[in-house]
């Protein structure tokens, strides 16, 4: 199985919205409501910041949501800050019992 | 506090095998699947394995790179995880994270991360 396709980058200015998309297929992405985001900054290790589609863990802002149409999950971040600048990857988990991970996606704030 | 510690990173040469440990605390491991994630150098991340829960069977899963080669196991008497790495090859160099799943039965979310153990397999 091949990895989730993610846009290799995407930019925004702060207190603006940016989404990044997520495409699978009807055997991962579009046949579970499996998918996870997670945030990762330079020599850190990844943080869970969306599973199960849209629901947030404690302790990450609402300015994080996600949500799912088909085998495209997205995860939007509103209000974006400095500190959201930073590597961005979905994962869903599979008909073959695995996880995939997307290529991920780097965020730059201008 | 909830914590992961990974160990056992180094530099080996190809066709070596390596033991990584994970060591869990401040929460019930016992209770916890747990799931391995890798990263070479510039690259992303990758799916390595998952270990389910004792009360799920203990069972696991691997992703097709590693299969037949990687080996998880846990020891909840003493709250680590383990993954056998044999038969290593150059393209396994990688930062190796582990990660709790906050689910038991299934991997899909990874809710606490080791600091990761950087594996070099060079000639």
């Known amino acids: 199985q091949s990895a989730l396709t993610q846009p290799a980058s995407v930019s925004g200015s702060p207190g603006q919205s940016i989404t990044i998309s997520c495409t699978g297929t009807s055997s991962d992405i579009g046949g579970y409501d499996y998918v996870s985001w997670y945030q990762q900054h330079p020599v850190k290790a990844p943080q869970l910041m969306i599973y199960?589609?849209?629901k947030r863990p404690s302790g990450v802002s609402n300015r994080f949501s996600g949500s799912k149409s088909g085998s495209t999950a997205s995860l939007t971040i509103s209000g974006l800050q400095a500190e959201d600048e930073a590597h961005y990857y979905c994962t869903s988990y599979t008909s073959s019992k695995i996880v995939l991970f997307g290529g991920g996606t780097k965020l730059t704030v201008l | 506090e909830v914590q992961l510690v990974e160990s056992g990173g180094g530099l080996l040469q190809p066709g070596r095998s390596l033991r990584l440990s994970c060591t869990a605390s401040?929460?019930?491991?016992?209770?916890?699947?747990m799931t391995w994630v890798r990263q070479a150098p510039g690259k992303g991340l990758e799916w390595v394995g998952f270990?389910?829960?004792?009360?799920?069977?203990?069972?696991?899963e691997y992703g097709a790179s590693v299969k037949g080669r990687f080996t998880i196991s846990r020891d909840d008497s003493k709250s680590i995880a383990y993954l056998q790495m044999n038969s290593l090859k150059i393209e396994d160099t990688a930062v190796y994270y582990c990660?709790?799943?906050?689910?038991?039965?299934?991997?899909?979310?990874?809710?606490?991360w080791g600091q990761g153990t950087m594996v070099t397999v060079s000639s």
């Open positions: 401040g929460f019930t491991f016992g209770g916890y699947a």
């Open positions: 990660s709790r799943d906050a689910s038991g039965v299934l991997p899909r979310a990874f809710d606490i």
């Open positions: 199960d589609v849209s």
């Open positions: 270990i389910r829960s004792r009360t799920y069977g203990g069972t696991t």
